[in-house]
């Protein structure tokens, strides 16, 4: 069975830098596409970028400046970076596997207030 | 980038009639790169449907999915209590990967 689990800090000041990592098990991130994906409270959701199994990265452009996606294929784990949040970056964030999305973790809200 | 418009909005039904969804894309998506998902709240979503009409694994046989190029639909046959959620389409086709604003199935 696959399981994903996001775990991170759930409250920011503006300017400071997100960190959040997924702890996949059940499956190996060296295979499939893995994302990240947000949900600001009451709306919709936007997808935040991909690690390839290959190796490389892809990000959504309106975040590109500021997101990076790193991995740890010992621990079996990826992490999402977002520097420089704001208020609008408060959202529910959530790990997903494969480029269809079969696998989401619970999510976690992260919350940015100064 | 691939723009999503789904519709309606909202869609007020009552158990046991037929739930018809709308998905329209800015431009064509490509080998039917298409999925939908049902987000109920507090919970992350969860697939329903891939390539446009494949039925994830354990979806039951009562959610459909259909269509190309542009316009897609997800039609539930029968609505039982617990296909009452927000319904969101997805393309997987070209980057950045997008999502629908989602529609929401209420109860009537």
């Known amino acids: 069975q696959v399981q994903l689990q996001e775990s991170g800090p759930g409250l920011l000041k503006p300017s400071e830098t997100l960190s959040l990592t997924c702890t996949v098990s059940?499956?190996?991130?060296?295979?499939?596409?893995w994302n990240w994906i947000r949900q600001p409270p009451g709306k919709g959701l936007e997808w935040i970028g991909s690690f390839y199994y290959s190796g490389t990265t892809d990000y959504n452009p309106s975040l590109k400046t500021r997101v990076t996606i790193l991995v740890d294929t010992s621990k079996n784990q990826f992490s999402l970076r977002l520097t420089s949040v704001t208020a609008a970056d408060t959202a529910v964030y959530f790990c997903a596997r494969g480029d269809l999305m079969d696998f989401w973790g619970q999510g976690t809200l992260v919350t940015v207030s100064s | 980038e691939i723009v999503l418009t789904q519709s309606p909005g909202t869609l007020s039904l009552s158990p046991g009639e037929r739930a018809t969804l709308s998905c329209r894309a800015s431009q064509s998506v490509g080998s039917r790169f298409l999925a939908w998902y049902q987000q109920k709240p507090g919970q992350s979503p969860r697939l329903l449907i891939y390539?446009?009409?494949s039925r994830a694994t354990g979806i039951p046989d009562r959610f459909s999915g259909s269509g190309s190029g542009t316009d897609f639909t997800l039609t539930v046959s029968r609505l039982e209590p617990e296909d009452f959620a927000v319904y969101y389409c997805q393309q997987y086709d070209r980057s950045p990967w997008t999502f629908g604003q989602g529609t929401k199935v209420d109860i009537k």
């Open positions: 390539g446009a009409s």
């Open positions: 059940g499956a190996s991130i060296t295979n499939y596409y």
